[in-house]
């Protein structure tokens, strides 16, 4: 899963999407931001402002993904941990935890930002990757992740901000592979890098909800 996000991202499909945090994250001049469900550090890399006292620290339950993420910066540090166990932080420690398509804590969130930090938090819309669900390529998902979103943080956080982004691309039979590997799709691989051979083309929406709370 991780080589294949590594082969996707790094043909720029989602620079978009990174560019959105990258500038949303810029506007706090954090000096230490947290990734919760880093994967490979491909967004937290491009959230980390300049500057020799900015770190980072990436978090996430696979120790080869962590590895990855401390590879991808000398300011990144790393932590392997489950986000539903109390985090080994201390309190008001992180400016942002940058939380992109991942599960979220909200209590240990609440407790590990300083008094006024920015949760940002990522989730598809429910028209990302339609036409892969449809062809049977990728797996359903939750119809109102947004409004369970905000009402799951309600206790804790105050919505900012909320952005949309949306684009239909066209992708080759190997990048539809590499798109349904990397998720939780993944099961599908092969179903997805034999599809269609007589038009190994295909047109996929890649939409996106971005929200900003900010903590009580």
């Not at 900015?54 to 590879?71: C, E, F, K």
């Not at 986000?83 to 609440?110: C, K, M, Q, Y």
């Not at 947004?146 to 309600?154: D, E, G, K, Q, R």
């Amino acid at each position: 899963m991780l080589d294949a996000r590594d082969r996707f991202l790094a043909a720029g499909w989602y620079e978009p999407l990174r560019d959105a945090i990258c500038s949303r994250a810029a506007g706090e001049l954090p000096r230490r931001i947290l990734d919760v469900g880093c994967g490979t550090g491909y967004y937290l890399g491009a959230a980390l402002p300049s500057g020799d006292d900015v770190r980072a620290l990436g978090m996430d339950l696979s120790p080869i993904a962590v590895g990855r993420t401390i590879r991808s910066h000398d300011r990144v540090d790393g932590l392997v941990a489950d986000v539903w166990s109390p985090l080994p932080l201390r309190d008001g420690t992180a400016d942002i935890i940058l939380n992109v398509f991942a599960p979220r804590n909200a209590a240990e969130f609440h407790r590990a930002l300083r008094h006024d930090g920015l949760l940002l938090v990522v989730v598809p819309q429910p028209s990302h990757l339609r036409q892969l669900r449809e062809s049977g390529l990728a797996v359903q998902m939750q119809a109102d992740k947004a409004v369970h979103l905000t009402t799951s943080l309600a206790a804790w956080f105050s919505l900012e901000s909320h952005d949309q982004l949306a684009r239909t691309v066209r992708l080759s039979v190997t990048e539809v592979a590499s798109l349904v590997g990397m998720g939780p799709s993944a099961h599908h691989i092969d179903s997805a890098a034999e599809a269609d051979p007589v038009t190994p083309d295909r047109e996929v929406t890649v939409a996106f909800d971005i929200f900003g709370f900010r903590r009580h």
